[in-house]
């Protein structure tokens, strides 16, 4: 089993700046993906930004120029550093990762989520 635990997260107003981290911990061969996604209130849950584990980012159309997403294999941790954010960035914003186990099976894993709010 892998767990994925995020932080930072909280709120700020419109304009500011946060960062998210979420570390991968427990029975872990490889991690492949690992991709934040945002889910606003009422709303489906969406993709952010994905990053290989080569490094290579992926991002939504609505976050371009604003998000960077990162991450560090030795400490099997991914960041999402999140610049101007504006009021519809408000909601809460999920780790995901992609394990392959060393029986080459690939699973997928969830953070419990962490609450952006933008708001004056």
């Known amino acids: 089993q892998v767990q994925l635990v995020e932080s930072g997260g909280g709120l700020v107003q419109p304009g500011g700046s946060l960062r998210l981290s979420c570390a991968a911990s427990?029975?872990?061969?490889?991690?492949?993906?690992m991709k934040w996604y945002h889910q606003a209130p009422g709303k489906e849950r969406e993709l952010v930004a994905g990053?290989?584990?080569?490094?290579?980012?992926t991002y939504a159309d609505s976050v371009k120029g604003r998000f960077t997403i990162s991450r560090d294999n030795a400490k099997n941790t991914v960041y999402l550093q999140m610049n101007s954010l504006k009021p519809e960035d408000s909601g809460v914003y999920y780790c995901?990762?992609?394990?392959?186990?060393?029986?080459?099976?690939?699973?997928?894993?969830w953070g419990q989520g962490k609450q952006v709010t933008v708001s004056s």
């Open positions: 995901y990762a992609l394990h392959l186990s060393a029986y080459g099976t690939m699973d997928d894993y």
């Open positions: 990053i290989g584990r080569a490094g290579t980012p």
């Open positions: 427990g029975s872990i061969f490889s991690i492949n993906v």
